[in-house]
């Protein structure tokens, strides 16, 4: 399956050897795909971008047919959408970083978040302190660093950004609390989602104007069509997905300040309070009901990820947290057909990753929540 990809054949072409997909995120009008690649015995990262969007200064390299760009390819961590990051990526280029925020010592550095052309974060590790730094494109920073002032001052429990340069370099507290991800495994479903519901109702009091990143479902028609290239004998049920969320889908008209990318990995609890909402960049006006899409679809993936890892009492856990906060946010066709929308994403990331059974888990749930015959009554 995965010798079908368009990026496989793009990475041949430019490198001379093949890679193993390792990740693969829609970017523009493309993708941006990762892949790992042996090199005499050392395994380099490699990403092929064939968004066609510009970048300010090209770092690997760039493909054409004719005069038209077909894609780039760069070698991690030379993202040039992040330019910093090649220089946080390093503990003694990131000192000096370090340096200009009035922090001085010796530090190795480490990324332990990273989403090509968006977002990265570094954990910054020294003999007598540790440091984030979060490196975004530098067009957002200032617009980031706003974001945390007011979701603040709503009494949202962001992290604090003590320093930031515009760059697309900035300093960034540490979250407080347990990683939701570990919460979900012994606190309550109800008290998990109630805890949520606060945090949601603080964004809603945030005084932010600009809109949040833009619904999931807005691109069905991208991933139904990916999902269809990618496994055909799935194409009939992603077609008949991508319609039924086009007729159940409606333009919001209370919108509301929301996260934009909600799920148990951006939150971190202390007993029953959220305590800490990381990654924020997404957050602005839209739809409430994205939220609730996002954490069920994401909450969904987890329980199937985690079973297929053999920890079948987490994936219970959490397949009980998706059921109960499916029962407390989804009241109606619009807040269902944006969770199908979710699913199915979900559902191609795991067909290109070859995990089909996973993949037709998901499809199947996102067929019932629109009402669309499932993967096996549709191929009968």
Do not use: N
Request: charged share 25%; net charge negative; glycine share 8%.
């Amino acid at each position: 399956m995965e010798s079908r990809l368009a990026e496989h054949v793009l990475l041949e072409e430019a490198l001379g050897r093949p890679g193993r997909l390792i990740s693969r995120d829609p970017f523009g009008a493309g993708v941006i795909a990762g892949f790992e690649v042996d090199d005499d015995g050392t395994s380099l990262t490699y990403f092929v971008d064939t968004s066609g969007e510009s970048v300010p200064e090209e770092t690997g390299l760039v493909l054409k047919q004719g005069d038209a760009l077909q894609a780039r390819v760069w070698l991690h961590p030379a993202d040039p959408r992040l330019p910093t990051l090649p220089v946080a990526a390093f503990g003694e280029s990131a000192a000096r970083l370090l340096e200009r925020f009035g922090i001085a010592g010796t530090f190795e550095s480490e990324i332990v978040a990273y989403r090509p052309g968006k977002r990265a974060v570094l954990r910054l590790r020294g003999a007598e302190s540790e440091h984030f730094l979060k490196i975004v494109p530098p067009g957002v920073t200032e617009h980031i660093a706003g974001l945390h002032s007011a979701l603040a001052k709503a009494g949202v429990p962001v992290p604090r950004i003590p320093r930031w340069a515009p760059q697309g370099c900035m300093l960034i507290e540490q979250a407080k609390g347990l990683a939701g991800p570990k919460a979900a495994l012994t606190l309550a479903p109800d008290a998990l989602l109630q805890a949520v519901d606060v945090v949601r109702l603080g964004l809603e009091r945030a005084e932010i104007t600009g809109a949040a990143r833009p619904a999931l479902a807005s691109r069905i028609d991208w991933y139904a069509a990916r999902l269809a290239q990618a496994s055909p004998e799935r194409a009939g049920l992603a077609m008949a997905l991508r319609d039924a969320v086009h007729a159940r889908r409606r333009d919001v008209t209370l919108p509301v300040v929301v996260h934009g990318d909600l799920h148990l990995g951006q939150l971190f609890f202390t007993d029953d309070v959220v305590t800490g909402l990381i990654d924020v960049d997404t957050a602005g006006v839209g739809d409430r009901d994205e939220d609730s899409a996002a954490f069920i679809g994401h909450a969904r993936t987890s329980a199937l990820l985690t079973a297929a890892a053999g920890r079948s009492e987490a994936a219970l856990a959490l397949h009980v947290l998706a059921d109960v906060a499916s029962e407390r946010w989804l009241d109606g066709p619009h807040s269902r057909s944006l969770t199908a929308a979710h699913l199915m994403a979900h559902a191609l990331s795991a067909v290109e990753q070859g995990a089909v059974d996973r993949a037709d888990r998901m499809l199947d749930e996102a067929a019932s929540l629109v009402s669309v015959a499932p993967r096996a009554a549709s191929a009968g």
